[in-house]
């Protein structure tokens, strides 16, 4: 396995649509989502992506056979988007999606959940409402896609259904790539193309930035869109800050790929 990416939560990939769509604030439609029984009364672990974390860590064992702690992978939600963010998406084309992903690298892992701005070319541009959707890529298999709903009454009965019907059999999974990939380690050194949406200019002096690409200032709204670090963005305590909103932007990393196993092959001469 090489990367395994997707909508984890069909909670917030339900929010994300409607506020799109129908223009909506994000408040408006985690009501509504609440209402049709698709959010939590306390819906923290959803809107913040701690659901997905969690997903992703499972999944990280069974494709690469790596146990990770949940607090070594970055999440962030979507509890802060705002008017100005959607716009923006608007502007560009785009539209927001909460995306789990993890990819192996050489002898590393890179893991992250964040929101996600994605073009018509993303094969997650289409995948609508309440619906989760995982890719998963592999050397011989290519990239494969698994589209199915992720939240709602009936999805939740029928995987509660399956995890009594697993217990009566004795069933338990086998994580079978433990005992294969035990050079793997998760990193945290993966530079990373998000937009930053701020108030407070003090967020330049904690957050680093390598490169900054777009600025834009105003009395009222300020982003930049430039490249940091995932360990940049998990050492702050980014969900539980009021005054921002990030977001990965995409872009061609085939190169920064290249050079990141080079690099790698070149520390084990």
């Keep these: 396995?090489?990367?395994?990416?997707?909508?984890?939560?069909?909670?917030t990939n339900y929010i994300l649509t409607k506020t799109i769509a129908e223009n909506k604030t994000y408040d408006e439609v985690?009501?509504?989502?609440?209402?049709?029984?698709?959010?939590?009364?306390?819906?923290?672990?959803?809107?913040?992506?701690?659901?997905?974390?969690?997903?992703?860590?499972i999944l990280i064992a069974h494709a690469f056979g790596v146990f990770v702690k949940p607090n070594e992978i970055?999440?962030?939600?979507?509890?802060?988007?705002?008017?100005?963010?959607?716009?923006?998406?608007?502007?560009?084309?785009?539209?927001?999606?909460?995306?789990?992903?993890?990819?192996?690298?050489g002898k590393k892992i890179f893991a992250r959940v964040l929101p996600q701005f994605v073009n018509a070319e993303s094969p997650f541009y289409s995948v609508n409402n309440e619906y989760n959707a995982v890719q998963v890529e592999a050397a011989f298999a290519d990239k494969q896609l698994f589209k199915g709903k992720g939240a709602g009454s009936h999805p939740t009965a029928a995987a509660v259904l399956s995890d009594i019907s697993a217990l009566t059999h004795h069933?338990?999974?086998?994580?079978?790539?433990?005992?294969?990939?035990?050079?793997?380690?998760?990193?945290?050194?993966?530079?990373?193309?998000v937009y930053l949406r701020f108030m407070n200019e003090s967020i330049l002096d904690e957050l680093f930035f390598e490169v900054i690409e777009e600025r834009y200032?105003?009395?009222?709204?300020?982003?930049?869109?430039?490249t940091t670090y995932l360990s940049q963005?998990?050492?702050?305590?980014?969900?539980?800050?009021?005054?921002?909103?990030?977001?990965?932007?995409?872009s061609d990393n085939s190169l920064l790929i290249d050079e990141l196993v080079e690099e790698e092959f070149l520390q084990n001469i």
Excluded: W
């Design 1 to 11: 396995m090489d990367s395994i990416e997707g909508i984890f939560n069909g909670t």
């Design 30 to 57: 985690l009501k509504e989502a609440q209402l049709l029984g698709f959010a939590e009364s306390n819906p923290k672990l959803d809107v913040q992506a701690f659901d997905p974390k969690y997903k992703l860590c």
């Design 74 to 105: 970055l999440n962030y939600g979507i509890h802060q988007l705002g008017e100005n963010d959607i716009r923006y998406a608007k502007e560009k084309g785009y539209k927001i999606r909460l995306i789990a992903q993890a990819r192996k690298v």
């Design 171 to 193: 069933y338990r999974y086998e994580y079978k790539k433990v005992q294969q990939n035990g050079y793997l380690n998760l990193n945290n050194d993966e530079p990373i193309k």
């Design 217 to 226: 200032e105003s009395k009222v709204y300020n982003y930049i869109v430039g």
């Design 233 to 250: 963005l998990l050492k702050m305590d980014l969900n539980e800050r009021g005054d921002i909103f990030i977001a990965e932007i995409v």
